[in-house]
């Protein structure tokens, strides 16, 4: 029997076309998955394609409903979870604009946040060297009940930040509070500014991100950033814990090799009332737990 030559070479090239077809399904089901609510969907993605610790990065979420879904009544907020051995590495809400009891069939609900995966890895722990593998769930509570349903989860490979990430000197206006008279470690050291707290990045010569995340304990504290003289953002901010992101423009390296970012505030509290334990009569303005800029 004579062998048709281009059915082989259709067959041949269907057969290698089978495993890419099986991979491509395999990543639109990571980034969507079914939920325990029935007629709803859930998909997931993050604006990097490799996730590393110490990232602020972009997800986007979107919650699809089908024929099927029915809208629960109460009162229920949707959160994005993400824990490592038993560490919670951040909380935060992930609800659309429209709250789910207001939910309808063949809907598609959007929402888009940034969230911080902090720093956690040791580059130079063999264990973690490579990267670690974090829990990640979308996870619905309904008001004054400790329960949750899970909506989504998956794992995260998060690998290790880059080593040659901007850095960050701090100059004039800063205290330092060291919380325990035990070792000095950074986890024993809280930082605040005082009135005017100033510092230099390392400019990284393109568009960058700018977050500041911290605790305000003086309520209606009036705050003013500069960025090389020029006003990047003034703000009020009441008592709590507070966090602000801005997306810098570039700036050329050769006439800014770093950029000098100061951050004033009008009220300052006695660091007395925050730390009683301790002979500590400083005035100090915003306590910071993190600045970004990558």
Request: aromatic share 12%; charged share 25%.
């Given at each position: 029997?004579?062998?048709?030559?281009?059915?082989n070479?259709?067959?041949?090239?269907s057969?290698?076309?089978?495993p890419?077809?099986?991979?491509v399904?395999?990543?639109?089901?990571?980034?969507?998955?079914?939920?325990?609510?029935?007629?709803?969907?859930?998909?997931?993605?993050?604006?990097?394609?490799?996730?590393?610790?110490?990232?602020?990065?972009?997800?986007?979420?979107?919650?699809?409903?089908?024929?099927?879904?029915?809208?629960?009544?109460?009162?229920?907020?949707?959160?994005?979870?993400?824990d490592?051995?038993?560490?919670?590495?951040?909380?935060?809400?992930?609800?659309?604009?429209v709250?789910?009891?207001?939910?309808?069939?063949?809907?598609?609900?959007?929402?888009?946040?940034?969230?911080?995966?902090?720093?956690?890895?040791?580059?130079?722990?063999?264990?973690t060297?490579?990267?670690?593998?974090?829990?990640?769930?979308?996870?619905?509570?309904?008001?004054?009940?400790?329960?949750?349903?899970?909506?989504?989860?998956?794992?995260?490979?998060?690998?290790?930040?880059?080593?040659?990430?901007?850095?960050?000197?701090?100059?004039?206006?800063?205290?330092?509070?060291?919380?325990?008279?035990g070792?000095?470690?950074?986890?024993?050291?809280?930082?605040?500014?005082?009135?005017?707290?100033?510092?230099?990045?390392?400019?990284?010569?393109?568009?960058?991100?700018?977050?500041?995340?911290?605790?305000?304990?003086?309520?209606?504290?009036?705050?003013?950033?500069?960025?090389?003289?020029?006003?990047?953002?003034?703000?009020?901010?009441?008592a709590?814990?507070?966090?602000?992101?801005?997306?810098?423009r570039?700036?050329?390296?050769?006439?800014?090799?770093?950029?000098?970012?100061?951050?004033?505030?009008?009220?300052?509290?006695?660091?007395?009332?925050?730390?009683?334990?301790?002979?500590?009569?400083?005035?100090?303005?915003?306590?910071?737990?993190?600045?970004?800029?990558?």
């Open positions: 029997m004579k062998i048709d030559p281009r059915k070479k259709r067959m041949s090239f057969l290698l076309f089978l890419f077809c099986f991979i399904l395999l990543s639109l089901l990571a980034c969507e998955a079914t939920s325990p609510v029935r007629g709803l969907a859930v998909s997931v993605n993050f604006q990097e394609k490799q996730l590393t610790d110490d990232l602020l990065t972009r997800v986007k979420v979107k919650y699809i409903t089908t024929a099927s879904f029915q809208p629960a009544e109460g009162d229920y907020r949707i959160f994005a979870v993400a490592w051995q038993g560490r919670i590495l951040f909380r935060e809400d992930l609800d659309p604009s709250s789910f009891n207001h939910w309808q069939a063949n809907r598609v609900y959007e929402v888009e946040k940034y969230l911080y995966f902090p720093e956690i890895i040791d580059r130079f722990d063999c264990q060297a490579s990267g670690v593998e974090v829990d990640f769930r979308l996870i619905m509570e309904k008001t004054g009940e400790s329960s949750a349903i899970t909506l989504y989860s998956r794992k995260l490979k998060l690998h290790p930040c880059p080593a040659d990430l901007p850095k960050l000197i701090f100059l004039d206006g800063w205290i330092r509070v060291k919380r325990s008279q070792k000095s470690l950074p986890s024993n050291l809280d930082l605040w500014t005082g009135e005017k707290a100033v510092c230099l990045l390392e400019n990284p010569g393109r568009e960058a991100l700018l977050m500041l995340r911290g605790r305000c304990y003086a309520g209606g504290a009036r705050v003013s950033l500069m960025l090389n003289s020029e006003t990047l953002d003034e703000f009020t901010l009441a709590g814990e507070f966090q602000k992101i801005w997306r810098v570039a700036f050329p390296q050769e006439a800014f090799p770093e950029l000098q970012l100061i951050i004033s505030v009008d009220r300052v509290i006695s660091l007395s009332q925050i730390y009683p334990e301790l002979a500590e009569s400083r005035e100090a303005g915003l306590k910071i737990e993190k600045i970004y800029f990558r």
